[in-house]
């Protein structure tokens, strides 16, 4: 059941800070990606009168498809939109210490950016199919050609 008054929603714009790095688990038989997001924060500072810059890293997984995705189309620097949720995990280092992290484990990822930035089979590739479907229309001039409207059928 869920709790109707709490939410687990991470949104952020950022760019990536390297390639992402896909696995594959065995065991589940599912792939991850990893990766890292900036992003920056502007601010007034007020001893030195200037605009100052942070930039904060996110830690980011992606599971099965997304994962996948994200290898293929992904590259260090592209600027990305996702929304997720934030994950802590705890584990052992091979030292034997108890060590935690937070992450965000994405569950929508946008290509921001311009498209001439994406190689032409990207570019199609990102297509959905509503948008293949209006591009097998025939141009607008050889639809009228062919069914000519009769003037019964004009509206006024």
């Not at 038989?29 to 200037?50: I, K």
């Not at 620097?77 to 280092?93: A, N, V």
């Amino acid at each position: 059941m869920r709790d109707l008054n709490s939410l687990n929603k991470v949104i952020l714009i950022g760019r990536l800070g390297q390639n992402p790095e896909l696995r594959y688990l065995p065991q589940i038989e599912r792939s991850v990606a990893r990766f890292t997001l900036a992003t920056n924060e502007t601010y007034f500072n007020t001893t030195t009168n200037q605009n100052e810059v942070k930039t904060e890293w996110h830690r980011i997984v992606a599971w099965g498809k997304l994962a996948e995705f994200c290898e293929k189309y992904l590259t260090k620097g592209k600027q990305i939109y996702l929304e997720g949720k934030l994950r802590t995990r705890t584990w052992q280092d091979r030292e034997g210490n108890k060590r935690t992290t937070t992450e965000i484990e994405t569950q929508t990822i946008v290509l921001l950016g311009r498209r001439e930035e994406l190689p032409p089979s990207e570019v199609e590739a990102t297509l959905t199919e509503e948008e293949e479907a209006i591009n097998d229309l025939p141009p607008e001039e050889e639809m009228n050609q062919e069914n000519p409207p009769d003037e019964d059928d004009i509206p006024f």
